[in-house]
């Protein structure tokens, strides 16, 4: 893959499937951090009680809306590149622009040793590509 | 139980993400590869391709992560349940060398070992940053400097 335009699909490819990830996971957190414990939820309302709370939820809406949208980036890149390069250079930016928006949008506390995990994780899933 | 208890079925949890999301992208990417190509002009095929039957057991493969990630989700911090879920890579570099037979090079070794190295980070960390305990009526640089965070 060294023609220019290969690798600029390639990077299109997966800046789209990181970018949707992100926005849905972020989404989809902040909706779970909202609605609280889903066992809590499912013990007193059982198990489609929890389902009904969960789907109602407009930013778990938002999110899986995202979600989608980064699957079906998913399946187009498989369709044209490896997995074993798409898999894990999508994954280990992932981890990265997870960390974050996670810190600017949920406000939660990613200090050092969290940040040494997500560019651990970030490193090692890309090495796995080789 | 509180929101920032690790307990034995919160780690197993955490294990059904790891195992249902590297067998569902792997499934999806075997049955991708057995339709070919998908173009851009014909973006209809993606949705075809739902009912291959390998894309539609990775489907249902990935509809078991997604439950038990919201569950987690609920539970724990994002930046806290990616990482820690992440030994999936792991398992399917150990599988594709002693079930596989497959060779693993040095560097994909060197991959697991930053990958179990940053799970084992997170995991004995805490699990999920508390807001409740912040003052109500407080700005939000105050909020953020008084967030508690607890395992």
Redesign the interface.
């Given at each position: 893959m060294t023609n220019p335009h290969e690798l600029l699909a390639t990077a299109a490819m997966i800046g789209s499937i990181v970018v949707w990830a992100t926005a849905g996971?972020?989404l989809?957190?902040s909706a779970?951090?909202q609605?609280?414990?889903?066992?809590v939820i499912r013990k007193r309302s059982g198990l489609w009680g929890a389902a009904a709370a969960?789907v109602s939820n407009s930013q778990f809406g938002l999110g899986v809306a995202c979600l989608a949208l980064s699957f079906?980036s998913?399946?187009?890149a498989?369709?044209?590149r490896d997995?074993s390069l798409i898999?894990p250079a999508a994954t280990s930016l992932?981890?990265v622009t997870?960390?974050l928006a996670?810190?600017f949008f949920?406000?939660?506390?990613?200090?050092r040793?969290?940040w040494?995990?997500?560019?651990?994780?970030c490193?090692?899933?890309?090495?796995?590509a080789? | 139980m509180t929101h920032s208890t690790m307990t034995f079925r919160r780690y197993l949890v955490l294990g059904v993400i790891t195992v249902t999301a590297s067998c569902g992208d792997t499934f999806l990417s075997r049955g991708m590869k057995s339709l070919g190509p998908v173009s851009l002009a014909h973006p209809a095929a993606l949705i075809h391709a739902i009912f291959s039957p390998w894309v539609a057991a990775g489907i249902v493969l990935l509809i078991g992560f997604f439950a038990s990630y919201l569950t987690a989700l609920s539970w724990a911090d994002l930046t806290y349940v990616l990482p820690a879920s992440s030994l999936g890579y792991v398992i399917m570099t150990l599988l594709a060398k002693f079930w596989l037979h497959e060779h693993v090079s040095h560097t994909r070794w060197l991959g697991v070992i930053f990958i179990t190295a940053g799970v084992g980070f997170v995991t004995r960390g805490p699990s999920y940053t508390d807001h409740s305990t912040s003052a109500p009526a407080t700005s939000s640089v105050e909020v953020d400097d008084s967030e508690e965070v607890r395992q």
């Open positions: 996971d972020i989809t957190a779970m951090r609605l609280g414990d889903l066992d969960v079906f998913l399946l187009f498989f369709s044209h997995l898999g992932t981890f997870n960390a996670a810190k949920l406000h939660e506390n990613v200090d040793r969290r040494t995990a997500a560019i651990f994780v490193v090692g899933v890309a090495l796995l080789f | -």
